[in-house]
């Protein structure tokens, strides 16, 4: 075993397991981060004034839109499944989580475009066996 093989089984199990690295770890902490933080900005929405209520919202909802770019930046980056990392293809369907917070508080541009990124990371993968096992016929 080469030392560049040794390195690659290293870093697929920093992947599956805990944060892992490099884009893995990336878009876990931003789903980590941003899903649950609803709670506290629940919290904060309730403590301040009503007229910083709707501002409180607005933040967390460019959150919500600042998360989902993420994860498509990251997809733009690695579009081959062949060149990502390795279980970068499932962090990226998970971004589809962020479907619950937004559901939440009725952000319905959240509540369409979450489920519709899973769906669409989930289509590009099976496009792309498909495509792989018909080129090998």
Excluded at 21 to 38: C, E, Q
Excluded at 53 to 74: D, F, P, R, S, T
Excluded at 116 to 123: D, R, Y
């Amino acid at each position: 075993m080469d030392l560049n093989s040794a390195q690659r089984i290293v870093e697929a199990e920093a992947a599956r397991t805990g944060l892992g690295t490099g884009p893995n770890r990336r878009l876990r902490l931003t789903l980590f981060i941003g899903m649950p933080l609803f709670l506290p900005v629940l919290g904060i929405m309730i403590l301040v004034p009503k007229s910083l209520m709707n501002a409180v919202l607005y933040v967390y909802e460019a959150g919500i839109v600042g998360c989902l770019l993420h994860y498509v930046w990251v997809f733009a980056k690695y579009p081959r499944y062949a060149g990502r990392p390795p279980y970068l293809t499932r962090d990226l369907a998970m971004g589809g989580g962020f479907f619950l917070p937004s559901l939440f508080f009725g952000f319905w541009p959240g509540m369409i475009a979450a489920p519709a990124w899973a769906l669409f990371v989930g289509v590009a993968y099976a496009v792309e066996v498909t495509r792989g096992r018909n080129d090998h016929r």
